[in-house]
């Protein structure tokens, strides 16, 4: 298919941005706290109302515009034409589930596998529903092959809700978030270690990376078993008498800061693990707004469940894996990895240049369009005490502006940035000036009075 073949349109009919039909936003509001969880909670101080989203832009009830640089699902816009199509024709169809015969699953897997690293033999796929479910899954791969318990994860990281995947999330339990009950039942067998964090190192610069890999070194080793020869007294660390399944992290760490690895840590750690990975997650951006998730690994760690029965219901369904291809197709038609890269790129480094004029910012970090802005009392002079209220403050008056962005962070006080890979230069710019005026009025302001941090977003 040509780039040329499909163009945005308007998701309402006439372009109305209005939302007469749908319940008030108090009475939602209303009925959310009747009949949900107070866990699960909303975004900001006034919640945010979204009916309808077009390309990188949403709508309130009202009909304002929101640039949404936040894009938690949307990886490719709103509503893309092709991936919309894509859903209702293979809906007009049939949607089943994975043991019975259909095309979909197939070509996504095929189209899939060949974007994984050459010779890394990453050729077998397992589609499930969601970000969480594949890191689940990928935990019970790593210690059925292994034979083994233990999962080494880095502090502050993010992997999900099921039960698994909390347990490898120490974010779920440290700065970032309030510790769940049953945190500890499913962390049993986790070690953690230490994330990189160049700003605020405890080590000398020169020596920080080595030092972090000692740290992993020291986590490996405190669940290394020792042998003991019968003849002798003293004992041996064996590297096959370990118990370390595996080492999982995110490929830019999001909750915990949106902190990217400083260069040469994963390649040392690496080494030490196994060489290179072998199995890779994904989630929600691969359905751009659909449940769809997978796991790619080798043929050998995937013959483990050889023995056992698994199956998903919905996970590699026809709709799924054919929403999955469109948004393969349009990333690859509409060149939007090349511009993740450029206009991410435009936008680090305007916010980069706003590191002289405010003294509020203490970091920009991060790679393509997931970038994040570490807000912090007065870098200008060194002080790095994080700035919790002025986060606060910027990250509601963004969206006052016209702009979402996220927050948090172990210290709450990153402002996060992962916007849509389809966002443009003059997106950025207009993120770029919305947040310098945000931090000019904090820089100027008394926040001392105001309200405690409102719940961040997570995800």
């Known amino acids: 298919m040509s780039s040329s073949a499909y163009q945005f349109k308007s998701c309402v009919a006439g372009g109305s941005t209005k939302a007469s039909h749908l319940l008030s936003k108090e009475k939602i509001i209303q009925d959310r706290q009747k009949y949900l969880a107070k866990a699960q909670y909303t975004f900001y101080e006034n919640p945010l109302m979204l009916v309808r989203g077009d390309k990188q832009y949403a709508f309130d009830e009202n009909g304002r515009k929101y640039l949404d640089a936040y894009a938690n699902v ?3 816009g709103y509503c893309h034409p092709h991936v919309i199509q894509a859903t209702v024709d293979q809906l007009q169809f049939i949607n089943s589930n994975t043991r019975y015969l259909h095309d979909k699953i197939v070509r996504l897997a095929e189209k899939l596998t060949s974007k994984m690293p050459q010779k890394s033999d990453l050729t077998v796929c397992f589609f499930v529903n969601s970000g969480s479910e594949a890191n689940d899954l990928a935990v019970r791969l790593a ?13 502050n990281s993010y992997h999900g809700t099921t039960g698994t995947s909390t347990g490898i999330s120490a974010s779920i339990s440290t700065g970032t978030g309030d510790k769940c009950p049953d945190w500890d039942y499913y962390a049993r067998d986790v070690e953690y270690v230490r994330m990189p964090d160049m700003l605020r190192s405890p ?17 490996f080793e405190k669940r290394t078993k020792k042998v003991c020869p019968s003849s002798s007294s003293s004992c041996q660390s064996s590297p096959k008498q370990h118990d370390i399944a595996a080492f999982i992290h995110e490929s830019i760490q999001g909750v915990g800061g949106q902190l990217p690895f400083p260069d040469g840590y994963l390649q040392q750690v690496y080494a030490k693990v196994k060489g290179r990975g072998d199995i890779v997650t ?5 359905g751009n707004g659909h449940p ?19 199956f998903n219901t919905f996970g590699g369904n026809p709709v799924s894996c054919a929403v999955g291809l469109a948004v393969m197709e349009v990333i690859e038609n509409e060149n939007l990895q090349q511009n993740s890269l450029e206009v991410g790129t435009f936008l680090k480094d305007g916010l980069s240049k706003l590191m002289k004029k405010h003294k509020l910012i203490g970091d920009v970090r991060g790679r393509g369009l997931f970038l994040g802005v570490e807000l912090v009392k007065n870098a200008h002079i060194g002080d790095l005490t994080p700035a919790v209220q002025e986060t606060k403050y910027v990250w509601e008056r963004t969206k006052e502006l016209g702009v979402l962005i996220g927050s948090g962070g172990p210290h709450k006080n990153v402002l996060r940035i992962k916007g849509p890979v389809c966002l443009t230069k ?34």
């Not at 059925?144 to 994860?153: L, M």
């Not at 931090?439 to 977003?457: I, R, Y």
């Open 292 to 310: 769809l998730g997978c796991v790619v690994t080798t043929r050998k760690i995937a013959e483990a469940f050889d023995k056992s029965q698994y």
């Open 143 to 155: 210690r059925v092959y292994t034979e083994r318990n233990t999962i080494i994860a880095l502090e």
């Open 426 to 459: 003059e997106d950025a710019q207009f993120l770029i000036d919305c947040v310098d005026q945000a931090l000019t009025e904090a820089e100027n302001k008394d926040l001392s009075s105001q309200k405690g941090f409102a719940k961040t977003s997570k995800l």
């Open 282 to 286: 994904m989630g929600k951006p691969f």
């Open 203 to 219: 080590y000398k610069p020169e020596r920080a990376i080595e030092e972090y890999v000692k740290d992993f070194d020291r986590a």
């Open 74 to 76: 949307a990886h490719v």
